[in-house]
C-alpha cells in the first residue's frame, strides 16, 4: 500500500458526486497516490457501490456535529455543523501522510508534490490571510492529533462554528511560523477569490492547479444542457465558466454512465443537494429533457434564486420574468393596434 494519500469526504449522495469527481480528476492528471473518501450514513448504498470502485478506501464515520448552533447562524451555513466529521482523517493511520481535498474542488494539474510539504500546510483564507481555508491541506494522520483537537473542540470550540475554525484555532502558529507550510494560492484557488480580484485571476489564473467552488458556488447547482453539453453559468460565475465545464466533462464522461435511480431522488429525503444524485441518473446526453431533470433545474434554479445566483441575461431576465407573472395572473399579451400607418399616411399628403 502506498503511504500516502488523497482524502475527501462525502455526508451524502450529492456531495459524493463531488468526491467522485474529485477522485477522477486526480486520475486524469496521473497522481502517484490512493485516493480515500470518508463517507456518513447519509450515503446511501447504492452510491457506496459506486465510491467502492473508484476510491482504493471508502471508510464509514460518524458524524461529528459542533452542536455551536449560533456561530454555524452568522454564517447562515448551519449545514456546517456535519463538516466536523473531516477530523475523522486523522484516523486513516494506515498512511504516514495525507492531502485532504474538499468534495467541491477539482484538481486541474497534478499536484503530488503536495506531499513533500509538513503538517500542518494550507493556503491562506480570501477572507482574512492570516488564516488558512480548510479546503485544502497537508496532515500526518495520528489517532493522538484527533484525540488532542477534539478535546481542544470542547474547551475552545470554533469561532466559525466549522471545521475551518476549529483548525485555526488548533493550528494557531500557521500564520508567522514556518512559510513552507503556507501553500501558494494556486493549491486553493477560491471561487469567489476570482470574483473578488478579477484582474490578478486572469494573469495567473493559468496557473491554477486546484479550484475550490467555496460557498453556493457548487458545480452541480449550475444548469447544464444535456443536449448541447454545456453548462450555462449565472454572470457573477461567468469566469469560472471553463472550470465549471471541465468538471461537468469529467461528470459525464466518467461518473453518469455509473450513477442509479436507487440514489436518492427530490422525494426522498428533504433538501435540494440530497436529491441531485437520484435526479441526475435519468438524464441522457444529447436528447431532450425529460420531466425528472425539468423538476431537477426547477429546484437548481430556486437554490440559486435563494442563494443570490440568479440567471439575469437567461432564463432568469425581466422579460421571461414577465412573462411568467403574466402567464400566473391569466394575462393575455396585447397585439400592437395598426393605427399609426393611416395617420404617416396622411402626414404625407400634407
Not at 469526504?9 to 497522481?31: E, P
Not at 448541447?228 to 465558466?241: C, I, M
Not at 428533504?270 to 437520484?278: D, K, M, Q, T, Y
Request: proline share 4%; hydrophobic share 40%; glycine share 6%.
Amino acid at each position: 500500500m502506498s503511504k500516502f494519500a488523497w482524502v475527501t469526504l462525502a455526508t451524502n449522495d450529492s456531495y459524493s458526486l463531488g468526491a467522485l469527481v474529485v477522485a477522477a480528476s486526480l486520475r486524469r492528471v496521473a497522481t502517484a497516490h490512493q485516493i480515500a473518501v470518508l463517507i456518513t450514513p447519509g450515503v446511501t448504498e447504492a452510491m457506496r457501490t459506486k465510491l467502492s470502485t473508484v476510491f482504493d478506501v471508502v471508510k464509514e464515520v460518524n458524524i461529528l456535529d459542533s452542536r455551536d448552533s449560533a456561530n454555524l447562524a452568522l454564517l447562515a451555513r448551519p449545514e456546517l455543523g456535519v463538516t466536523f466529521t473531516k477530523l475523522h482523517c486523522w484516523n486513516l493511520t494506515q498512511y504516514e501522510k495525507c492531502v485532504f481535498l474538499d468534495a467541491d474542488t477539482l484538481v486541474l494539474h497534478n499536484c503530488d508534490e503536495l506531499f513533500e510539504r509538513e503538517e500542518f500546510a494550507a493556503a491562506p483564507d480570501v477572507g482574512w490571510p492570516d488564516c488558512f481555508n480548510s479546503g485544502v491541506f497537508v496532515f500526518r494522520p495520528s489517532q493522538d492529533t484527533f484525540g488532542k483537537i477534539l478535546d481542544f473542540a470542547v474547551k475552545a470550540g470554533s469561532f466559525d462554528g466549522g471545521d475551518q475554525g476549529l483548525l485555526n484555532l488548533y493550528f494557531a502558529d500557521w500564520a508567522h511560523s514556518d512559510i513552507s507550510k503556507h501553500l501558494p494560492f494556486v493549491y486553493n484557488t477560491c471561487s469567489t477569490a476570482t470574483y473578488s480580484y478579477l484582474p490578478a485571476f486572469k494573469q495567473y489564473g493559468q496557473g491554477v492547479k486546484i479550484i475550490h467552488f467555496i460557498g453556493t458556488a457548487k458545480p452541480w447547482l449550475q444548469n447544464f444542457d444535456p443536449q448541447t453539453r454545456t453548462v450555462r453559468t449565472p454572470d457573477n460565475y461567468s469566469h469560472l465558466a471553463s472550470h465549471l465545464q471541465t468538471w461537468w466533462t469529467i461528470f459525464f464522461e466518467q461518473i453518469h454512465p455509473h450513477l442509479s435511480g436507487d440514489m436518492f431522488a427530490f422525494e426522498d429525503i428533504p433538501g435540494l443537494e440530497s436529491g441531485i444524485a437520484g435526479a441526475l441518473a435519468s438524464v441522457t446526453l444529447g436528447e431532450k429533457r425529460t420531466p425528472e431533470q425539468e423538476a431537477w433545474e426547477s429546484q437548481v434554479r430556486r437554490q440559486s434564486w435563494e442563494s443570490g445566483n440568479i440567471d439575469y441575461m437567461g432564463k432568469d431576465s425581466f422579460e421571461n420574468i414577465l412573462k411568467r407573472i403574466n402567464v400566473t395572473m391569466g394575462v393575455t399579451e396585447e397585439t400592437p393596434k395598426e393605427e399609426e400607418a393611416p395617420k404617416k399616411a396622411e402626414e404625407g399628403n400634407q
